[in-house]
């Protein structure tokens, strides 16, 4: 940082300048800026300036911190100018956010020592079980197999009679010769996706995605290269339960969420029992 020193100091010459015949400086530091008799120092914010920065972008960096000092010392010192005395006291305020934030502090180390944040599948799946009416699709969700396969591919009527197959061998061969002939084969490990996902690797335009899985089991188009060829096995319409695959990891959040709420309800509860009963809490209202 010493050649930021060196241009930050020519910056900031005026500053030093203007700022003689006023509050003494500390000595061996150097003053980047001053707001009556408050002094911002480069050595109060170097660790602020991220390694490796160019010259230029670390004197970028520091005048926006100086801006900001300064704007916020200029503002606090009218403040005090122009509040009467009674709202300049703070004391109330700095007393309460203190509690506020030593509460908060505690309950976070409280649930870093205590929380259990392992959710088992086996949570997840009660949790889904038990809550299904609370997670909706917002748009249709299919299981499909898919596939895009060029024109000129020997034996295409094969593949597109075996990929309307539901039997297993019959899914087995047409994946084993998709593989070394398709440009693209994919049954998304069986698991549901949004049917935009899948149609928008189609040359096709669908104005009303439910009306079309309604009546429509496959999905057979061509452009001048490719067939796209399409299996939908199953669907689910807007604002049908939600497959658990997509709110998997909601629920896990959810899971974590009720048990840092628990311990934090145990904790207040146990924290003013444990005191009402060693009579250091009193209360003189029923």
């Known amino acids: 940082m010493r050649i930021e020193m060196k241009l930050i100091t020519i910056v900031f010459f005026g500053s030093l300048i203007i700022s003689c015949g006023h509050a003494a400086q500390e000595e061996g530091k150097t003053p980047l800026a001053r707001v009556h008799d408050k002094y911002l120092y480069y050595e109060d914010i170097a660790d602020m300036i991220p390694d490796g920065l160019s010259s230029e972008d670390s004197i970028t960096k520091i005048k926006s911190f100086v801006d900001f000092w300064v704007k916020r010392q200029a503002l606090t010192k009218t403040a ?138 496959y999905i057979e188009m061509n452009d001048s290269v490719y067939f796209f060829l399409v299996n939908i096995k199953n669907y689910r319409l807007k604002e049908a339960t939600s497959p658990l695959e997509f709110v998997y990891g909601n629920i896990q959040s959810i899971i974590l969420k ?29």
Do not use: G
């Not at 956010?97 to 409280?110: G, S």
């Not at 899914?171 to 440009?183: N, R, S, T």
């Open 80 to 217: 005090e100018i122009n509040l009467a005395e009674e709202q300049k006291d703070v004391t109330k305020e700095l007393e309460d956010y203190r509690m506020d934030l030593l509460i908060f502090r505690y309950k976070q180390k409280f649930i870093e020592q205590n929380l259990d944040t392992i959710v088992t599948e086996k949570q997840i799946n009660e949790f889904y079980a038990s809550h299904q009416t609370e997670f909706k699709l917002a748009q249709p969700a299919v299981k499909a197999t898919f596939i895009k396969i060029l024109r000129t591919t020997p034996n295409i009527s094969m593949v597109r009679s075996l990929y309307r197959s539901s039997r297993e061998t019959d899914a087995q061969q047409l994946k084993d010769y998709c593989d070394e002939h398709a440009a693209l084969y994919n049954d998304f490990n069986n698991d549901w996706i949004y049917f935009k996902d899948l149609i928008i690797e189609i040359p096709i335009a669908i104005d009303d995605q439910e009306e079309y899985l309604k009546t429509k089991s």
């Open 258 to 286: 009720q048990r840092k709420q628990a311990l934090i309800d145990d904790i207040e509860t146990n924290i003013f029992n444990n005191m009402l009963d060693k009579e250091e809490i009193e209360l003189f209202t029923k």
